[in-house]
């Protein structure tokens, strides 16, 4: 890239850099130091405010960098990460959003815990949240180092690696001095920012083809090297009966995974009411949805404007193919437009990952200090503030995070976001929809039903092609892969609830029927909600 592209791409993205810093100054100026404060933002944000904070903590690089990409290098099978992306707030929606708030206070441990026995329980909970959050996170430090790789035209390895530093130094500041008032505003200034960026491309790329759909599509095809096939079920995922299992399990931890995420269950803790929290799902289900068709045009338009081989000649695995969509239809390297177009969605793609980052960092550093914490202040005496360790937790994820980012820079940030849906689905979701709607449900269950989703999935994963014996693994020079599929989902997901049944029925424990009636009654109506 050229020298042009590098100055006014940073200097946009300083720009951003600069005015989050001075919301998150002027929050952590107005802030009471309550954990209500730090953790809900004081439960004051309105139902269209929480939506756009929700859809910019949903609409991470994994959207706009990777799934993009896919589509580019794959056509019609990396849409799937489009379609499970979408249909995933429908079960939020009407399973968990209006529920969780009612039940909840802070953390998903808050609604298990409401009828169990709370140490053993916010302990399972507290360190699956933690695990899912840090997954997500490697996913948005891959997407800095492959934008930052980018801007400086690969001239230095230690670039992609000061990325990743940086990035993670910044989520650390906003998260301990801002909490989730600063969070939830940077997250509304971003989803602004990428709604209108993408819109623009999406409007750029129609124009290129004269509005005319089925030509953008025939000129991926040609370009994309695979003709016909790149517009059929397949390339990707049909090859044999194992890549057809992979496609059936990332779907299903695509389409159920959003409603264990941790940081997704949080948002909807900052609204005042459960109405709010459901109003706030039906706003954020209408921008995510709109953003997720223009993805789809953003893909297709990489494949037929800059050519699929080109796509992966820049980055292997995609991460690239959006700034390199709004470089050509700018006017190409040398000019203008071309500069100006690439600088505002590199610096958009930074905004993306900082405000993701940033939510996701809160998320489990509040599982840190809410739940792993408070039981063990519970049964030591210890003194430390919730609100102070939360501070502390925030940095040492920040650091796990950076570390694990830049083992795993190779992969597509898409993909890694599936992994981190597949545990969610394996261990948070299992948990938290037999808490809400089994009356027999108990302690055993409900910490069975965590660690017996968490560890297959992690131990899968490990297993799997995505670590070891294939040229594109972490560690492509050894080999102990046992287990064939990327996406542990389609066994991980059933085992979460088929453990957490067996847990209940072998229990000695006599549920607690009138918790359960006072949480099936606080669910559905708010009475006695905080």
């Known amino acids: ?64 960098l990777g799934v993009t990409g896919l589509i580019a290098l794959y056509g019609y099978d990396g849409m799937l990460y489009v379609v499970g992306f979408l249909v995933a707030w429908l079960v939020v929606l009407f399973l968990v959003a209006e529920l969780v708030r009612n039940c909840g206070r802070f953390t998903l441990a808050d609604v298990v815990a409401a009828r169990m026995s709370e140490r053993p329980v916010r302990i399972a909970a507290g360190t699956s949240s933690v695990t899912v959050s840090v997954l997500y996170l490697v996913a948005q430090m891959v997407g800095a180092g492959s934008l930052v790789a980018l801007l400086l035209g690969r001239t230095s390895g230690a670039a992609q690696a000061w990325a990743v530093v940086g990035v993670g130094a910044l989520m650390v500041i906003y998260v301990s001095l801002g909490g989730m008032r600063a969070t939830t505003w940077i997250q509304i200034v971003k989803a602004v920012l990428l709604l209108s960026g993408t819109i623009a491309l999406t409007v750029l790329v129609l124009l ?63 609204v005042p009411t459960a109405r709010a929290a459901r109003r706030s799902a039906v706003w954020s289900i209408g921008l995510i949805g709109g953003f997720y068709l223009m993805t789809i045009v953003l893909g297709f338009g990489a494949a037929a404007v800059v050519g699929t081989d080109a796509v992966r000649g820049s980055n292997a695995a995609g991460n690239t193919a959006v700034p390199l969509l709004a470089l050509d239809l700018g006017g190409g390297a040398r000019s203008t437009g071309g500069t100006v177009l690439f600088a505002v969605v590199a610096a958009v793609a930074f905004a993306t990952i900082l405000a993701v980052v940033a939510g996701i960092t809160l998320a489990s550093s509040a599982s840190v200090a809410h739940d792993l914490y408070a039981s063990l ?36 940030v898409a993909f890694l976001v599936g992994l981190a849906f597949a545990v969610a689905a394996s261990a948070n979701l299992p948990v938290l929809l037999y808490s809400l709607f089994w009356r027999g449900f108990t302690t055993r269950g409900a910490v069975w039903a965590v660690y017996g989703g968490l560890i297959p999935a992690l131990g899968l994963v490990l297993l799997s092609p995505v670590v070891s014996g294939s040229p594109t693994s972490l560690f492509p020079d050894v080999d ?5 599929l990327q996406n542990p989902g389609i066994v991980s997901i059933p085992l979460g609830f088929l453990v957490g049944w067996l847990g209940t029925i072998t229990s000695d424990e006599v549920a607690d029927e009138a918790g359960y009636a006072e949480t099936e009654v606080r669910s559905l109506t708010g009475a006695g909600a905080v």
């Not at 989050?20 to 309105?46: C, K, M, N, P, Q």
């Not at 059929?232 to 299903?252: C, E, M, Q, V």
């Not at 102990?480 to 064939?484: E, G």
Request: glycine share 14%; charged share 15%; net charge positive.
């Open 377 to 412: 202040r519970r049964s030591r005496g210890t003194a430390l503030s919730e609100v102070a360790v939360a501070r502390w937790a925030a940095v040492g994820i920040g650091v796990v995070a950076i570390a694990l980012g830049l083992l795993a820079r190779d992969l597509n």
């Open 480 to 484: 102990f892969q046992y287990f064939p």
């Open 1 to 64: 890239m050229t020298g042009e592209h590098q100055t006014l791409a940073l200097v946009m993205f300083s720009g951003f850099v600069a005015v989050t810093l001075g919301i998150t100054t002027w929050v952590s100026r107005r802030r009471h130091g309550s954990a209500e404060e730090f953790y809900a933002g004081g439960r004051l944000f309105s139902p269209m405010e929480n939506g756009f904070a929700i859809a910019g903590d949903y609409m991470s690089a994994a959207s706009f």
């Open 208 to 270: 290129r083809f004269h509005g005319d759909v089925d030509r953008l599509l025939l000129t991926a095809a040609d370009r994309s090297g695979h003709g016909r096939a790149f517009l059929a079920p397949g390339l990707k995922y049909g090859g044999n009966w194992t890549a057809r299992l992979d496609f059936i399990s990332l779907g299903i931890a695509l389409v159920l995974g959003t409603g264990g995420l941790p940081h997704i269950l949080s948002r909807f803790y900052t």
